[in-house]
């Protein structure tokens, strides 16, 4: 490392490692003593969690907002629903295929619409992902149409709620760490450079089309797995999952979080499914009651939920650091 | 090094380059002078990549690289600063100039390397040189206006140019921060043999250092040569310095 901690530097270090201990045997023991429909939420929280983190690469870090990622999401749930349906491919197959048609498609995408900025970038994604949409829903001989796909089969190492809980969580995990990594590569640093002066990243000698293509296609590709996992998590697909709702999802989770932080999608996440189970246990009306809740943090906290507290503690530290 | 042939280029009918035909040698501190609206930046943007030309060729080394992608033109030897900076005002300064060190190494499209270990001796290196190591943890915006210049020079440097390419490189800076400049510019070409292509407003500037000066007027080149050449060419004089 070669950076020199003071006291109260390593004080909150320790306390990080101490977190993460606490985090990880928490997530290691929910199985034991949670009922299977807490297990589902947890799961479907954990696959939200990547699909936000992995979605901001391009938003937070790159400056580039997609209306469209439903479409990728989606198909990741419809290779998974129709390969596990139609076909008798090996289980690995099957879920491979949730990423790799996510990226793909996200690189066709891309291509064209990556050609435009800012607010026609976002609509042209839009649109894309609106013409995937009436397609999956007009075609009933091929994806069941708005019927959808029902009764998508699991291993049956994964067939009980806690087994596919920890094949979800440790995919995510993995997955969450290989964000990390990329944010903080050399490929991370330019797609924020990107970000802060295009014009200037060109004339380092960047092919910033290049540089935002992959950054897209990456997105792209978490989110075709983490429909390819959602699919599997409820066991069924139906046209929802790319309806144009489902890309607001890792903006609202961003936003709500912290889109300028690594870890402030995920605690976007995670607040974000709990206030939807709880609001909508209690009203049918609930999209009102999240609007009013998601609405102040963006306008008064536009640093987001854990943004705000990150800096708040690291002034903290750094505070205490002077004294 | 560079040579210009008959570029041109018009924005809704006007003229801002017309058909210049110039020659920047090896080594040299090359300086292009002249009133404002003469087409200087357009020439720097037809060089760079920035503009495609209508008509001509920009030859470097022999090699025709009119119209190439920005980051083409970049990785084959010219870098460039900005007359407004133009700069990455969030990241530290360090990352500025990283960013830059990684692409020229060739590690932007790593995607597992920690960014931290890429090109640090480099970076620190070159921040050293130009005097920035101390801001090194600064955002970009932190910076004083004669600092940001500093480090858009660093972000050109970084990339290991052939040709530098300074618009307008002392603008606005305070005149002590003006004649370092200066100073590292003479020491960037003698120490590195870097051939350096500037504009500038300050004349007295322009005849410290430059050893051969272009004046454009209105698009085109009015004199080319030695400084006191230029300084003797009656024509020079009636448009451009005696009227400043």
Known sequence: MGTLLNGPQRHFANLGVLWWVAVGIILMVFPIFLSKFWLYLITFMLIQALFAVSFNLIMGYGGMISFGHAAFFGIGAYAVALLSARTSLPFALILISAPVVGGLLALIIGFFCLRSHGLYFALLTMVFAEMLYHVVHKWYNFTGGDNGIQGIPLPFFLETQASYYYFVLFLVVVGII?????????????????????????????????LRLEAFSISGLYSGLCGGLFALLTQQVSPDVMFWTKSAEPIFMGLFGGMY????????????????????????????FMGLIILPVVLFLPEGLYGTFERRIKAMIRRRGEI | MLYLENLGKS???????????????????????????????????????????????VVLRKEDITGLPRHIICQKGIARSFQRVN????????????????????????????????????????????????????????????????????????????LLLLDEPTAGMAPEETRITLELIQMLSKGKGLTVLFTEHDIAAVFAIAKRITVMHQGA????????????????????????
């Open chain 2, 221 to 244: 080149i009015l004199a080319e040569g030695l400084p006191e050449e230029v300084r003797a060419n009656p024509e020079v004089q009636r448009v451009y310095l005696g009227e400043s």
């Open chain 2, 87 to 162: 700069i990455y005002p969030k990241l530290t300064v360090f990352q500025n100039v990283q960013v830059a060190v990684s692409s020229q190494q060739g590690y932007t499209f790593s995607l597992f390397s920690l960014a931290k270990r890429i090109g640090r001796k480099e970076t620190e290196e070159l921040l050293d040189e130009l005097g920035l190591f101390q801001y090194k943890d600064l955002k970009g915006e932190e910076l004083s206006h004669g600092v940001k210049k500093q480090l858009e020079l660093a972000i050109s440097l970084a990339n290991k140019p052939k």
């Open chain 1, 261 to 288: 932080t690594f870890f402030g999608p995920i605690v976007g996440a995670i607040a974000i499914v709990f206030l939807e189970q709880f609001i909508s246990a209690h009203t049918k009306y609930w999209a009102i």
């Open chain 2, 11 to 57: 924005f809704e009918g006007l003229m801002a380059v017309n058909d210049v035909n110039m020659m920047v040698k090896e080594g040299d501190i090359h300086a292009i002078i002249g009133p404002n609206g003469a087409g200087k930046t357009t020439l720097f943007n037809l060089i760079t990549g920035y503009h495609h030309p209508d008509t001509g060729k």
């Open chain 1, 178 to 210: 290989l964000v990390w990594r990329i944010v903080n590569s050399p490929f991370g640093n330019a797609v924020m450079a990107f970000r802060e002066n295009e014009e200037r990243t060109d004339f380092v000698g960047i092919n910033t089309m290049k």
